[in-house]
């Protein structure tokens, strides 16, 4: 695949994401759990695959920002499920 096909994959992935992120926070109304949880675990994949597609095709090896990166990726991955757990937290 080009490389463009995997920038723009992991590109929306990540704008994605990041919204049902934070629709996760403003309303984490428990009907709406399932499938919230839901698409951001499929938008945090994407995003994953895309992202070390677009390493393999550009062949830029593994380098030291990735790691950083990953660790982002967790961190955003994971917050959508803490909206729901604690919502009282949440200001």
Same mark, same amino acid.
């Given at each position: 695949?080009?490389?463009?096909?995997?920038q *723009?994959?992991? *590109?929306?992935?990540?704008?994605?994401?990041?919204?049902? %992120?934070?629709?996760?926070?403003?309303?984490?109304?428990?009907?709406r #759990?399932? #499938? %919230?949880?839901?698409? %951001?675990?499929?938008f945090? %994949?994407?995003?994953l695959?895309?992202?070390?597609?677009?390493?393999?095709v550009l062949?830029?090896g593994?380098?030291?920002?990735?790691?950083?990166?990953?660790?982002?990726?967790?961190?955003?991955?994971?917050?959508?499920?803490?909206?729901?757990?604690?919502?009282? #937290?949440i200001?």
């Amino acid at each position: 695949m080009k490389a463009q096909i995997y920038q *723009v994959l992991h *590109v929306v992935s990540m704008i994605l994401l990041v919204a049902f %992120t934070f629709q996760a926070f403003a309303m984490p109304d428990p009907k709406r #759990r399932k #499938r %919230t949880l839901m698409l %951001t675990g499929i938008f945090a %994949t994407v995003m994953l695959i895309a992202g070390f597609g677009l390493l393999s095709v550009l062949k830029i090896g593994f380098p030291a920002w990735i790691f950083i990166k990953l660790i982002c990726w967790f961190g955003l991955a994971g917050l959508g499920g803490m909206a729901y757990r604690m919502p009282n #937290r949440i200001p």
